[in-house]
C-alpha cells in the first residue's frame, strides 16, 4: 500500500528539494542587495529585510513539508 505513493511522493520530493534550493540562493541575494544599501536607502534596505524574513518563513515551512515527505 505505502508503494503505490512511492512515485508521486518521489518525484514531488525532488521538485521540492531543488525548489528549497533555489530558495536558499534567493534569500541570499536578496539580502546581499539589503546589505548593500544600507546607510544609503534605509527605507529600500528595511523592505527588502522584510521580503528576506517572509522568505525565510516560506523556507522553513518547505523544509517541514521534505522532512514529512520523508516520512512516508
Known amino acids: 500500500m505505502g508503494l503505490r505513493y512511492t512515485?508521486?511522493?518521489t518525484a514531488h520530493h525532488a521538485q521540492l528539494a531543488s525548489t528549497a534550493s533555489?530558495?536558499?540562493d534567493l534569500i541570499k541575494r536578496v539580502?546581499?542587495?539589503a546589505d548593500d544599501?544600507?546607510?544609503d536607502r534605509e527605507d529600500l534596505a528595511?523592505?527588502?529585510y522584510e521580503?528576506?524574513?517572509s522568505l525565510r518563513?516560506?523556507?522553513r515551512r518547505l523544509a517541514t513539508v521534505l522532512r514529512r515527505l520523508d516520512r512516508l
Do not use: Q, W
Request: proline residues 5%; without cysteine.
Open 37 to 39: 544599501l544600507v546607510g
Open 7 to 9: 512515485r508521486p511522493v
Open 57 to 59: 518563513t516560506g523556507a
Open 46 to 48: 528595511a523592505d527588502l
Open 22 to 24: 533555489s530558495l536558499d
Open 51 to 53: 521580503v528576506e524574513r
Open 31 to 33: 539580502t546581499a542587495a
